[in-house]
């Protein structure tokens, strides 16, 4: 592919890329050996990624996305780093998806069951609060179920409208999110996942090999997948 023809596709404009910085990876020693047909060369001690490379997998990854969306399917959105949880919290938010922006709770897939008890038990609660139940408590029996409303919230707000298992992961950095990463492949749920050169891409469905340390980068790929996923909604209305 030349870069005039990637450069002009939807979603792949390796300028846009560029000046986001989305290029930039780790040093070589900390390469995965998967990364290694994407490398461009390096600068500084960092590796550089080959963006037209990179704008073919963003492309397969975004065509994806409108497929799901064109099917009414379910991705929830992974971000738990600092750089990113906002970025995804409010891009799930856009198109009505669920997410995790904080630590992910193991077992979230995998032991859907009782995670769904986790929320039932968030709900409950919030609702008692909002129809003044709670007064009927001592102030320390108030004051230690407002912690736990506040802990519920922080980590399952995100997934309050998930009544069940997604179709598929959007995941900011696979190595850190390992573990949701994991759940996903023992209940063969598809990845997408924006991975800079420390990942394993052979672990995901959709990889878009990109900087996913750079509020820049990863608001340009979150924005443009939450974008795939409006259009693809609006084609299937």
Same mark, same amino acid.
């Given at each position: 592919?030349?870069?005039?023809?990637?450069?002009?596709? !939807?979603?792949?404009?390796?300028? #846009?890329?560029?000046?986001?910085?989305? =290029?930039?990876?780790?040093?070589?020693?900390?390469? =995965?050996?998967?990364?290694?047909?994407?490398?461009?060369?390096?600068?500084?001690?960092?590796?550089?990624?080959? %963006?037209?490379?990179? @704008?073919?997998?963003?492309?397969?990854?975004? $065509?994806?996305?409108?497929?799901?969306?064109?099917?009414?399917?379910?991705? %929830?959105?992974?971000?738990?780093?600092?750089? @990113?949880?906002?970025?995804? *919290? !409010?891009? !799930?938010? /856009?198109?009505?998806?669920?997410?995790? /922006?904080?630590?992910?709770?193991?077992?979230?897939?995998?032991?859907? &069951?009782?995670?769904?008890?986790?929320?039932?038990?968030?709900? &409950?609660?919030? /609702?008692?609060?909002?129809?003044?139940? %709670?007064?009927?408590?001592?102030?320390?029996? *108030?004051?230690?179920?407002? *912690?736990?409303?506040?802990?519920?919230? *922080?980590?399952?707000?995100?997934?309050?409208?998930?009544?069940?298992?997604?179709? @598929?992961?959007?995941?900011?950095?696979?190595?850190? $999110?390992?573990? #949701?990463?994991? $759940? @996903?492949?023992?209940?063969?749920?598809?990845?997408?996942?924006?991975? /800079?050169?420390?990942?394993?891409?052979?672990?995901? #469905?959709?990889?878009?090999?990109?900087?996913?340390?750079?509020?820049?980068?990863?608001?340009?790929?979150?924005? !443009?997948?939450? &974008?795939?996923?409006?259009?693809?909604? %609006?084609?299937?209305?």
């Amino acid at each position: 592919m030349t870069a005039k023809t990637a450069d002009n596709q !939807a979603g792949g404009n390796i300028s #846009a890329m560029f000046t986001a910085g989305a =290029h930039f990876g780790f040093s070589k020693a900390r390469r =995965h050996p998967t990364f290694k047909p994407l490398i461009f060369g390096a600068k500084g001690g960092t590796e550089i990624m080959d %963006l037209e490379k990179t @704008a073919v997998y963003f492309e397969k990854a975004l $065509e994806y996305v409108a497929k799901l969306a064109s099917e009414k399917k379910v991705i %929830l959105f992974v971000g738990s780093k600092s750089e @990113a949880k906002d970025i995804v *919290r !409010a891009s !799930a938010l /856009s198109i009505n998806m669920p997410y995790v /922006s904080d630590r992910w709770i193991g077992g979230t897939l995998t032991n859907f &069951d009782q995670i769904k008890k986790r929320v039932a038990r968030l709900e &409950d609660l919030i /609702s008692k609060k909002e129809k003044g139940e %709670l007064t009927k408590y001592t102030k320390k029996e *108030r004051l230690l179920l407002d *912690r736990e409303i506040e802990t519920l919230t *922080r980590f399952f707000d995100g997934i309050r409208s998930m009544q069940k298992l997604p179709d @598929a992961l959007f995941v900011v950095d696979s190595k850190k $999110e390992h573990i #949701a990463v994991t $759940e @996903a492949a023992k209940m063969k749920i598809p990845v997408i996942s924006l991975s /800079s050169t420390d990942c394993d891409l052979s672990k995901l #469905a959709y990889a878009i090999p990109a900087n996913d340390s750079a509020r820049t980068s990863i608001e340009y790929f979150v924005k !443009a997948v939450s &974008d795939a996923y409006k259009k693809g909604g %609006l084609q299937a209305a």
